[in-house]
């Protein structure tokens, strides 16, 4: 969310919550709720039965504060792309996180990172994917 929208939204509402997550992860897989004065705009925490790995370039996690990948695991992850299983095996991984035979996570291609207080803020696309 934008965070012009936020400021313009907040006035006109009794609460705001920002929403992330693609499609290929049941839509919304984060939430935060926005509040005045705006600063920066969050992600928020993985909702229920949903993990969300900041990882790097060579698929470890990374420190709190630190840029990586957003990846997303859990019940809500899609198996793939219909009839591009080339682009699902790009996309859609085996998720060593989970504990779960066969369990897969799905790479964003947002870059984000986990601050102290365990929310996550989105960084934007990753311009070299």
């Known amino acids: 969310m934008p965070r012009d929208l936020a400021e313009a939204l907040l006035p006109l509402v009794t609460e705001l919550w920002n929403g992330y997550g693609p499609t290929e992860t ?4 984060t939430f935060h709720r926005v509040q ?8 928020g925490r ?3 039965n949903t ?3 900041v990882l790097d370039a060579r698929g470890r996690p990374t420190p709190v ?4 990948e957003l990846c997303i695991g859990g019940r ?4 793939g792309y ?11 991984l085996p998720d060593p996180f989970a504990g779960a035979p066969g369990a897969t996570m799905y790479r964003t291609g947002d870059l984000g990172r986990y601050l102290p207080s365990g929310e996550l ?5 990753n311009k070299g994917r």
């Open 121 to 125: 803020e989105c960084l934007g696309r």
């Open 46 to 48: 993985p909702v229920a």
């Open 65 to 68: 504060g630190v840029t990586g």
């Open 36 to 43: 005045a004065p705006v600063g920066r705009i969050l992600i």
């Open 26 to 29: 049941t839509v919304w897989s």
């Open 51 to 53: 993990q969300v790995h």
């Open 76 to 79: 809500g992850v899609a198996l």
């Open 82 to 92: 219909r009839g591009r299983d080339d682009l699902t095996r790009e996309r859609f």
